[in-house]
């Protein structure tokens, strides 16, 4: 089995760079596909609270009989959550659904700006790493200057900042942001939902390769430092993701591939996303 590469945090916390993502995997689907996803080697697994399928996964994780310790686990904070109390209740819930003493990376789902002070909801992500039940703390779909923000104000550095990225949104300058201050870049969408797959500059490249489009996309992320965990509900497409440590992209293919930007975003953009759910 290929060993994935890890990413050490601000904290010093490893992260496998190569995960499996459960977005809008149903409940129902949610153990079968993370225990196929644990048997083929991931040892990351992306969740939240959001996606309704947190018993799900700490189910699947026990099932696949890995011990606990090898398998990094990541929630994030519903966009309900936003005061202090229903913020401590709500992770306490995680814990208790995963069936986990801790979790590995617990993150702000969306900054909220319109709704809610992100920087209050960071200092309770603040409280919650002090208590020790979580090894890292971070953001998702945090913009520069959000987590500009974040910086006066509070002690913590958020350990990764995941957003979505992808050839069509290749964040250059939110990465570079990101790394000038020891924060990793998370790119979710990473395949841009199966677009990458319509592309003819990434069809071209995976043909020289010998490789797929999506496995291109993913070994470009993985080579440019990014963490990704694609989601799929076809073990094919699962053992296809996973196939991506026996090549290499040259420059040209790297440099050809980030040309490919466009700006395009697949989800909201988080400076006008409001979503609170009821
Ligand atoms: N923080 C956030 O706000 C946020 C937002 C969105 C997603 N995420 C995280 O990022 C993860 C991945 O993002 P995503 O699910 O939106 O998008 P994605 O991983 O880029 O794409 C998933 C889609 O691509 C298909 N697919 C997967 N592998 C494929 C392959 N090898 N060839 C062709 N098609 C393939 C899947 O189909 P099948 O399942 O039918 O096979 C599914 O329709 C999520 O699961 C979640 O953990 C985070």
Redesign the pocket.
Known sequence: MAAVPTISLNNGVEIPQLGF????IPPGETVKATVSALEIGYRHI??AQMYGNEREVGLAVRESGIPRDEVFVTS?LNNNRLERDDILRSFDASLSDLGFDQLDLFLI??PLPAVADYVARWKVMEEIYASDRVRAIGV??FQPHHLSNLFGASEVRPAVN?V?A?PFLSQDELRAFDADHEIVTEA???????KV?EDPVITEIARQVGK?P?QVTLRWHIQRGDVV??????RS?VE??FDIFDFELDQSAMTAISALNRDERT?PNPDEFNYVPG
């Open positions: 993502g459960v977005f809008q992306d969740t994030k789902h969306w998702s779909n995941q979505e992808h979710w969408a990473p395949i841009a939902r199966g797959n797929t999506a965990f694609p989601k799929s509900v076809t497409r296809e993701n989800g």
